[in-house]
């Protein structure tokens, strides 16, 4: 029965919220890691990305920053805007100057990967009936208080883009509470059964910018979106293509989340297209382990 309900609410809905994934250890566990990979991160001046989800801005500052772009299969700092001064040097303490970590932390990281590959994880796969799974990315997102920037409507299917299209599946893991007011996601139910508006894809060899988008985000009516608060621990199953954002953090409060997803390979071609592409250093792993 739990199987069914799991299975219907995140076909029916686009996303579902379920307690407990972790324990108040465990998530307490990851953010210290997180902490002490701050602690030894030295950023290259070229590499000070400012990363953001608006669309010309996105194009300027991610796609066409080669330092994002093969970010795929290695652990890379993406940055809050205006944390640096004019000369590059933080203006915040630095462990406040992040927005987020990624994307390969579920190779690289064994805390990051033990939970990526737990027991919990590869049961909730496979209730949703995935045969042969495999991690595409991951990235802990800080949301920092104040300054956490807006993520403005979207589909992870713009930028992970699969044929045909309900393959990949997004796991937001709260590891503290993702209230209304630090800045937890917001969905539109039932969105995902639309199909996608716009596509991020890279663009020729030798050209630049690296990428560019196909088509463009569509305008949402705010009435229709809906809060999806998460309890410490907790984690939201996400529809590749449910249209879902989560505002600015003007509160006093943090809102750390590890985040992963997931692609059910079997009889699925990832698109060449996708920014995010395998290497030989890091091939898709498989979620489920022997």
């Known amino acids: 029965m739990i199987k069914f ?20 250890q465990e998530c307490d566990e990851l953010r210290q890691r997180m902490n002490e990979i701050v ?19 996105q194009l300027k500052t991610q796609g066409s920053a080669d330092y994002f772009i093969t970010s795929g299969d290695k652990i890379r700092f993406f940055f809050e805007k205006g944390v640096f001064d004019d000369q590059g040097e933080f203006k915040v303490p630095k462990h406040l100057s ?11 990281e064994p805390l990051y990967k033990k939970v990526t590959h737990s027991a919990k994880v590869q049961g909730i796969a496979k209730k949703l009936g995935l045969v042969s799974p495999v991690i595409l990315q991951s990235m802990y997102i800080f949301k920092q208080p104040g300054i956490g920037g807006e993520v403005t409507a979207h589909q992870d299917a713009t930028f992970l883009h699969t044929e045909p299209l309900g393959r990949v599946m997004g796991l937001w893991i709260a590891l503290e509470d993702a209230t209304v007011n630090n800045g937890c996601l917001w969905f539109i139910p039932g969105s995902h059964r639309s199909g996608i508006s716009r596509r991020m894809v ?3 060899k030798g050209t630049f910018p690296l990428t560019d988008f196909i088509g463009r ?5 705010e ?9 410490k621990g907790g984690v ?6 449910v249209v879902h954002r989560s505002a600015e953090n003007i509160s006093e409060e943090s809102r750390h989340v590890y ?32």
């Open 259 to 290: 985040t992963f997803h997931v692609m059910e390979a079997l009889d699925t071609r990832w698109s060449p297209d996708n920014w995010l592409q395998p290497t030989e250093e890091l091939p898709f792993p498989p979620l489920y382990t022997k």
């Open 217 to 221: 985000e569509q305008a949402y009516k």
């Open 39 to 57: 602690d030894q991160m030295d950023v290259p001046e070229h590499c000070r990305t400012t990363f953001t989800t608006y669309h010309h801005e």
């Open 223 to 231: 009435d229709t979106f809906v809060a999806a608060p998460v309890p």
């Open 98 to 108: 992040l927005n987020k970590v990624g994307h390969a932390l579920h190779a690289y």
């Open 202 to 204: 890279r663009t020729p």
């Open 5 to 24: 309900r799991i299975k219907f609410k995140l076909y029916e809905d686009g996303f579902v919220v379920l307690d407990g994934l972790l324990s108040s």
């Open 236 to 241: 939201v199953l996400i529809h590749g293509e």
